[in-house]
Nanobody, 128 residues
Framework: EVQLVDSGGGLVQTGGSLRLSCAAS????????ICWLRQAPGKEREGVSC??????YYADSVKGRFTISSDNTKKTVFLQMNSLKPEDTAVYHC???????????????????????WGKGTQVTVSS
């Protein structure tokens, strides 16, 4: 059974940091692209960051502040989020799709849909 368990969200002040984790099981980790997507109330889902075959991709809104990494031995992907802003407040989901099917959006940003497996999400709230 494929499982993605995302965790690490919480409440932080502006400028603070959080590290999200996505623990994967039930599929060949190395063959998949893993992404973080977020959705805030009343807003469209946004692709935040992806890692696929050792390449990392970021939305412009998080470049320079967020870093995605993976521990293949633990089958876990991390999203280190620094310099958090109130506009980063959202539910963050990790999601996976086979690397051979992975592609970025036309503008080079991480995809906002088209993923095959999803975690349940973790809430990130940044207070001003």
């Amino acid at each position: 059974e494929v499982q993605l368990v995302d965790s690490g969200g919480g409440l932080v002040q502006t400028g603070g940091s959080l590290r999200l984790s996505c623990a994967a099981s039930g599929f060949t980790f190395d063959d998949y692209a893993i992404c973080w997507l977020r959705q805030a109330p009343g807003k469209e889902r946004e692709g935040v960051s992806c890692i696929s075959e050792s390449s990392a991709y970021y939305a412009d809104s998080v470049k320079g502040r967020f870093t995605i990494s993976s521990d293949n031995t633990k089958k876990t992907v991390f999203l280190q989020m620094n310099s958090l802003k109130p506009e980063d407040t959202a539910v963050y989901h990790c999601a996976a799709t086979p690397a051979i099917w992975f592609s970025v959006s036309d503008d080079g940003s991480p995809p906002r849909d088209g993923m095959d497996y999803w975690g349940k999400g973790t809430q990130v709230t940044v207070s001003s």
